[in-house]
């Protein structure tokens, strides 16, 4: 597609439920970005994948926090157990050139 | 690691009027400083970005600056139009923190007919 598509718009999940949200990059962008951002606040980062490298996970706030690629393609992060704290809308970004990120609409996550 | 700071944090501009939001940034080695303009329900749009070699940069009605002495950038709209109601972030990034972004907090902008 144009863009980068992320699935689902909107999740709302029982605490304890594990989630997994999912990111369609934009065709031959190597690089992926996953953000979080809580109600009213800044971009957090999360993990970063670029081509075959390992991932830069630093942003990961806990271990119930994953994520995967698949080659270039397709990502998905998963978090397991979740908590009402993890509600917030998760952003996937691409990039060509690791600058000039394109975002995806997000996946609004409430976890109830 | 990389900090940035964003102020203000809400902005009401009369329509025609100039808008101008100032973030700095902790890390010397940062050297890419873009905006992103992020509508009600949307993902984060890229409006307009510099790099460390350059002082400023326009594009029609919106124009970045960069002091790197200082570690502070701008971001200035000018003839403000009720669609620039947004919220804007500023971000930075540098080779040393592999490339990813850490943004501000981000400004909303609100700009009245």
Known sequence: GAGVSQSPSNKVTEKGKDVELRCDPISGHT???WY???LGQGLEFLIYFQGNSAPDKSGL???????ERTGESVSTLTIQRTQQEDSAVYLCASSPTRRQYTFGSGTRLTVV | GENVEQHPSTLSVQEGDSAVIKCTYSDSASNYFPWYKQELGKGPQLIIDIRSNVGEKKDQRIAVTLNKTAKH?????????PEDSAVYFCAASGEAAGNKLTFG???RVLVKP
């Not at chain 1, 706030?61 to 994520?67: G, N, T, V, Y």
């Not at chain 2, 950038?73 to 139009?81: K, P, R, V, Y």
Request: hydrophobic fraction near 30%; aromatic fraction near 12%.
């Open chain 1, 31 to 33: 690089a992926l970005y």
């Open chain 2, 73 to 81: 950038f701008s971001l200035h709209i000018t003839e403000t139009q």
């Open chain 1, 61 to 67: 706030p806990s271990d119930r926090f994953s994520a």
């Open chain 2, 105 to 107: 907090g981000g400004t």
């Open chain 1, 36 to 38: 979080r951002q809580r």
